[in-house]
């Protein structure tokens, strides 16, 4: 494309910012046989030669969090020598262990500007998920890189800057929802369907009229699943068609691959290529799922459970079915709310031995029985046991104090805010449950309210 000036968007969470040459990528996963989530998830569109080309020739390399299919370890090796930039997240966990495999990082100061080149600069908003926002001005554009993060304590902030352009671009994850936890069984053992929402667009347009932009393109949401265990969910895997319906009227609408042009603001798609599905079995990465736990896991498991103090005085137990056994550990909550996890014993422990408890949730091939419960995110389970704990390193309630203060000392008082609009939305999810109008106006709600 010649000298370029603008903004390429390729495989999954991956965009290339130019000026004359390629000055950052972010979040490179570069697919083909660098898998995530114990195998489970590939690339679903093929990264084009001449987005590779660029992507081994940025000057900088910026990953938002710790998930696989951000901060993919394969795909890592083909960055030593580029300048790293993290954002500034409580524990430092990624730094500390790109820091010891003696790569080039910086910490990118939160909430401030960064130049890269002469007409890029750029900036990093921390979320209390240990995720992150990334804001792009490339010749007077603004890109907002939400990838998973979403706008937990800075919309208003996200707002304030966006009114400085006229052309504001969200880039941001959407979907019918399978890059969460969606294997779940009732307690007859019977599989419970998602809940899909059809229209993809009206969640991207929620959240691009909440931060201000003008044009709106699906990102960080591309993905294929290979295990014989986990390729039921590519049934809901979103259709790259789908993604526009719903589009609010008032939005540009451009298509998740594309060349943003920033020198003529002008958009040229590029048409990616499928990427095909090779079902691989379990046993290919690790996984016998009849083999039983040692002794010596049992503990493990109880330890890595009871460590977490605040998950542990909410939940009554947790049942680790391995091998198709029960293992069943008893913590400190009360009327019998607890958690069956139903997973091979090879990537449940590895899982625990790295704290990466997530990436077994996200892979879909763990099943899931809750009892007593609606969901993972009661009480913030899931954020406190993946999120604030495992990635964090706050397991007590005493360092849990200190990692929301980290926090709310840089959104200041959007965190009171946004904490009681976050709590009313999900009591208005319970009461609404599968009316999917109620749901659709409550979100509307939930983002006009942040």
């Known amino acids: 494309m010649g000298d370029l000036l603008g903004v390429r968007t390729t495989g999954n969470a991956t965009l290339i910012a130019h000026d004359g040459i390629p000055v950052l990528v972010t979040d490179p996963w570069l697919g083909n046989e660098y898998s995530a989530y114990f195998g489970s998830w590939t690339l679903g569109y093929e990264i084009a030669e001449e987005a590779r080309s660029e992507i081994s020739q940025s000057k900088f390399v910026w990953f938002s ?44 100061p939160d909430r401030r500007w960064m130049q890269l080149s002469s007409r890029i ?31 937990r304590h800075c919309k208003r902030f996200i707002q304030d800057i966006a009114r400085n352009f006229k052309s504001v671009t969200l880039l941001a994850l959407s979907g019918y929802g399978d890059a969460d936890m969606i294997n779940f069984y009732d307690s007859n053992g019977t599989f419970v369907p998602p809940k899909i929402d059809l229209m993809v667009g009206d969640q991207l347009s929620n959240i691009a009229l909440s931060v201000g932009a003008t044009t709106v393109s699906p990102f960080s949401s591309f993905h294929n699943y290979q295990r014989s265990d986990s390729i039921w969910a590519q049934e809901y895997v979103t259709d790259i068609d789908a993604y526009s319906r719903g589009i609010n009227p008032a939005l540009k609408f451009v298509k998740a691959f594309s060349f943003h042009d920033c020198a003529n603001d002008e958009t040229v798609e590029i048409v990616p290529v499928k ?3 090779e079902t691989k079995r379990p046993e290919e990465f690790g996984d016998d799922w009849s083999e039983g736990l040692m002794p010596s896991d049992l503990a493990q498991l109880e330890n890595y459970m009871r460590r977490k103090e605040r998950a542990a005085n909410i939940l009554a137990f947790v049942n680790f079915r391995v091998g198709n056994k029960d293992n ?43 009892h007593n419960m609606q969901s993972l995110y009661d009480h913030g389970l899931n954020q406190i046991i993946t999120k604030y704990a495992d990635n964090g390193g706050a397991e007590t309630e005493t360092q849990l104090k200190d990692y929301f203060r980290h926090y709310h000392e840089k959104s200041g008082r959007a965190w009171i805010r946004e904490n009681f609009v976050t709590s009313t939305s999900l009591s208005i999810r319970r009461l609404v449950g599968q009316n999917d109008s109620l749901f659709r106006f409550g979100r509307r709600l939930y983002y006009k309210m942040k």
Do not use: W
């Open 65 to 108: 969090h710790g998930h696989p299919d951000h901060l993919n370890g394969e795909s890592l090796k083909h960055f030593r020598g580029k300048a790293v930039l993290l954002p500034d997240h409580y524990g430092g966990r990624i730094l500390k262990g790109l820091l010891s495999d003696n790569f080039d990082v910086a910490v990118m």
């Open 121 to 151: 600069r750029t900036m990093c908003i921390t979320t209390d998920n240990q995720d992150a926002v990334l804001l792009l001005d490339v010749n007077g554009r603004l890109f907002i890189n939400l990838n998973d993060a979403g706008t």
């Open 275 to 277: 990427a095909k599905i």
């Open 328 to 370: 069943i550990i008893r913590l400190n909550g009360t009327r019998d709310r607890g958690i069956t996890f139903e997973a091979p014993r090879h990537s449940l422990m590895t899982a625990i031995d790295y704290r990466i408890f997530d990436d077994l949730l996200i892979g879909n091939f763990m099943k899931t029985t809750l």
